[in-house]
């Protein structure tokens, strides 16, 4: 985690410390901001940058994904993907680790979905199989990544 920051260095400082992060940027400029984010990017992460001014907002426009709260002014909370409605960041946390799981479940979908095709399609193609069947395994398919999908409650 990187954190790029308009105000002073004392304050980012202590903030830094708090949340952990090690990597710490103080009183940048907007255009630093979004060079910061496009450098990033062209380096090949997935930029999630959060911000709340003005200052914010190229760089907001700039991520992969944006987050602003709903305090922020509304250029930046227009710039924004997502807007947080109460005053806290904590669900930031709590929606990558759902992003992070529905991915997980996306990719266990696929494979199910592949292995299936892999096996059932021949064997219905070569009549290895009664269409009763080649249904009853399409459908079991079909339940089982439904399943699979609903654990990420």
Request: one cysteine or more; aromatic letters at 2%.
């Given at each position: 985690m990187i ?23 103080a009183e ?10 496009a450098d ?114």
């Amino acid at each position: 985690m990187i954190l790029i920051s308009g105000d002073t260095k004392a304050a980012v400082a202590r903030f830094a410390q708090t949340i952990g992060i090690t990597e710490v940027t103080a009183e940048a400029l907007p255009q630093d901001k979004a060079a910061l984010v496009a450098d990033l990017a062209r380096q090949g992460a997935k930029v999630l940058m959060v911000g709340d001014g003005l200052n914010d907002t190229a760089a907001l426009a700039a991520a992969h994904v944006s987050i602003s709260s709903a305090s922020a002014l509304d250029a930046a909370r227009s710039a924004s993907d997502m807007v947080l409605m109460g005053k806290s960041l904590a669900p930031i946390a709590d929606a990558m680790r759902t992003a992070t799981s529905a991915r997980a479940r996306i990719r266990e979908n696929f494979t199910i979905a592949t292995v299936y095709n892999m096996l059932a399609v021949p064997l219905a193609v070569a009549g290895l199989c009664s269409p009763l069947i080649a249904a009853l395994a399409m459908s079991s398919s079909s339940i089982t990544v439904g399943l699979n999908a609903l654990r990420l409650r």
